[in-house]
């Protein structure tokens, strides 16, 4: 089955960046990221098709950037003028071409604050 790992999360101070990883065990058509803050829904971040075509919510435009490294199956999330609002557990997803089949990570906790 399709694994995803990821790291890069930890405590920063507001205005703060972090850089996320996530290594999965083969590519998707699609990988990208989601997140989960306590109490609320797990909610859409950002996506980039194999192609080069991403997505952002707008919540994280002009700050946050997602890019794929397709030779080793490896998606990131650059993460810059962090708000206390960014603060949940974020989670790496990946999803088949054909069947949309989705894969999740464990989730890395993301803290923002002073």
């Known amino acids: 089955q399709v694994q995803l790992v990821e790291s890069g999360g930890g405590l920063v101070t507001p205005g703060g960046s972090l850089r996320l990883s996530c290594a999965a065990s083969?590519?998707?058509?699609?990988m990208g990221w989601y997140r989960q803050a306590p109490g609320k829904q797990r909610d859409f971040v950002a996506t980039?098709?194999?192609?080069?075509?991403?997505n952002y919510t707008d919540s994280v435009k002009g700050r946050f950037t997602i890019s794929r490294d397709i030779a080793k199956a490896t998606v990131f999330l650059e993460m810059n003028s962090l708000k206390p609002d960014d603060t949940a557990v974020y989670y790496c997803?990946?999803?088949?071409?054909?069947?949309?089949?989705?894969?999740w990570g464990q989730g890395t906790q993301v803290t923002v604050s002073s």
């Open positions: 997803n990946a999803q088949t071409a054909i069947m949309k089949t989705d894969y």
């Open positions: 083969r590519n998707m058509f699609i």
């Open positions: 980039m098709t194999t192609s080069g075509r991403t």
